[in-house]
């Protein structure tokens, strides 16, 4: 079992900065990838960016070049650094891990609001 802390988000104006942090505890071992969704009133879930335990890195077209994954693999929680923010990236944003054996777990979700 993997339990996953979301901390962080909140409210900016466009152009501002955010960072969400998800602290993963428990089978931490079994963790290969870990990353964010987000899903935006009467939109469907998408993915935000994802990391994996080697470093990989993977972004949404739409906050390539605004938002960077970082992981601590020490401290087993992963960061996502927004910048530039725009008011289409006002969702709630899940953290999710993901195991070896692809069995994956979700934060309980943070609000990230831009006001335009």
């Known amino acids: 079992q993997v339990q996953l802390v979301e901390s962080g988000g909140g409210s900016v104006q466009a152009g501002g900065s955010l960072r969400v942090s998800c602290a993963a505890s428990?089978?931490?071992?079994?963790?290969?990838?870990m990353g964010w969704y987000r899903q935006a009133p009467g939109k469907q879930r998408e993915l935000v960016a994802a990391?994996?335990?080697?470093?990989?890195?993977n972004y949404a077209d739409s906050v390539t070049g605004r938002f960077t994954i970082s992981r601590d693999n020490a401290k087993n929680t992963a960061y996502l650094q927004m910048n530039t923010l725009k008011p289409e990236d006002t969702a709630v944003y899940y953290c999710?891990?993901?195991?070896?054996?692809?069995?994956?777990?979700w934060g309980q979700g943070t609000q990230v609001t831009v006001s335009s």
């Open positions: 999710y891990a993901e195991q070896y054996n692809r069995r994956r777990y």
């Open positions: 428990g089978t931490v071992f079994s963790i290969n990838a």
């Open positions: 990391i994996t335990s080697g470093g990989s890195t």
